[in-house]
């Protein structure tokens, strides 16, 4: 499929009175425009995409003063209409109230300016045998979660930047992350599930594989996480003024040569948050190309030692992280339900090879 011709979106920015970080106006921007990168802000500018104070201004390092009126020229993709596709979904239990999906590794859950269909949200609405809404204009006001058969919640207009339409999902998981997922049907069930998540009485347990033994062999980790500021695709831990509490707890499940078998429990759910708070401890997540576990990181690197590894990368080319528990209390029964999904065959055959042979 080509790449849809982009359009031009203007978006304006007010400095406020007090600002003192005198920051470039690349950086300024970057931090400002959501999905942004500093190498297509600066290119922006040097196009002449960027207005100061009125005039035309190519310089990315000028330095950003209170009271400046910034006028910005983006390209942004055409609006996404989101279709129903018949993508088969592994469906652990499903009711009038909620769908539990097992999501395979590679599926996006929904759809964004970089992954316009093929998500779980394309899938769910062919499931419950929806009509295509538009990520551009949202729902009409006298829309119902009747009307398409997910919660609407949050199905809101997205703002610039900030493509919104995700009905139905209560929370995410990573692309190559797979697991346990909770969709809502109706939007009192979605209300009462997310309050779940906010008092975090939901139950989550993840398995991981990580490079080492973590040492002591339980324990929590806690930080503030935000966007790394040279990575916007990237995470980091920030200090507390620039991000949000993150808390993991993590038991280990079996230690083997070099490597881990790690239960992660979150507290919080932010963003990336196991695979920083597992590179926080210095034991990243075995396969994590963002985050350095795609790579030997304990023990030699002789030929055959590198070969064995090699092809456990070939053979799981993702993070070896699985949702596999989810509980909650039923947002209409108010019944405790508990669900759990098994290592995937891929994760499942590395945790193996590992295990039997990751001795030298």
């Known amino acids: 499929m080509s790449e849809p011709e982009k359009q031009e979106t203007l978006v304006q920015f007010e400095v406020p009175p007090g600002y ?5 106006l690349d950086v300024y ?47 942004r ?10 993508i088969p979904l592994d469906i652990t239990y499903e009711d009038d109230d909620l769908i539990i999906v097992n999501k395979p590794a590679g599926m ?32 009409p006001d006298d829309f119902s979660d009747d009307d398409l058969g997910l919660s609407i919640l949050n199905a809101s207009t997205p703002g610039i930047g900030r493509p919104g339409l995700r009905p139905g999902i209560v929370h995410r998981l990573d692309k190559d ?12 069930a979605h209300a009462r599930l997310a309050k ?23 324990g929590t980790v806690e930080s503030y996480l935000g966007r790394d500021p040279r990575d916007r695709r990237r995470m980091a831990t920030v200090p507390e003024e620039s991000g949000k509490l993150a808390i993991t707890h993590y038991d280990v499940i079996e230690a083997f040569g070099y490597t881990a ?31 350095g576990g795609d790579r030997i990181r304990f023990g030699t690197e002789h030929g055959s030692r590198r070969s064995f590894y090699m092809n456990l990368f070939a053979r799981l080319p993702r ?19 508990k669900f759990e999904a098994p290592i995937p065959p891929d994760m499942q055959h590395v945790i193996e090879r590992v295990g039997t042979v990751d001795q030298f």
């Open 319 to 337: 993070q070896a992280l699985h949702a596999f528990a989810l509980g909650f209390v039923h947002p209409s029964s108010g019944e405790e339900m």
């Open 108 to 139: 996006v859950v929904h759809p964004g300016y970089g992954n316009r269909d093929g998500t779980l949200v394309n899938a769910l609405l062919h499931h419950v045998r929806a009509q295509p809404i538009s990520l551009e204009t949202g729902l």
């Open 196 to 218: 779940q998540f906010a008092d975090r009485t939901i139950f989550r347990r993840y398995r991981a594989l990580v490079w080492g033994i973590p040492d002591p062999a339980s």
């Open 177 to 188: 992350t797979t697991g346990l997922l909770l969709v809502a049907k109706n939007d009192v």
């Open 20 to 24: 003192k970080d005198d920051a470039r």
């Open 29 to 75: 921007l970057t931090s400002h425009i959501q999905n942004a990168t500093r190498s297509k802000v600066q290119a922006g500018i040097k196009e002449g995409r960027v207005v100061l104070n009125d005039s035309v201004l190519k310089r990315p390092s000028y330095r950003v003063q209170a009271g400046d009126r910034i006028d910005c020229t983006i390209l």
């Open 261 to 291: 078998l790690v239960e992660f429990r979150l507290e919080t759910g932010r963003t990336h948050q196991i695979r920083i708070h597992a590179l926080q401890i210095g034991h990243p997540v075995f396969g994590d190309t963002t985050y």
């Open 77 to 86: 993709p055409p609006p996404i209409e989101i279709l129903p596709q018949d």
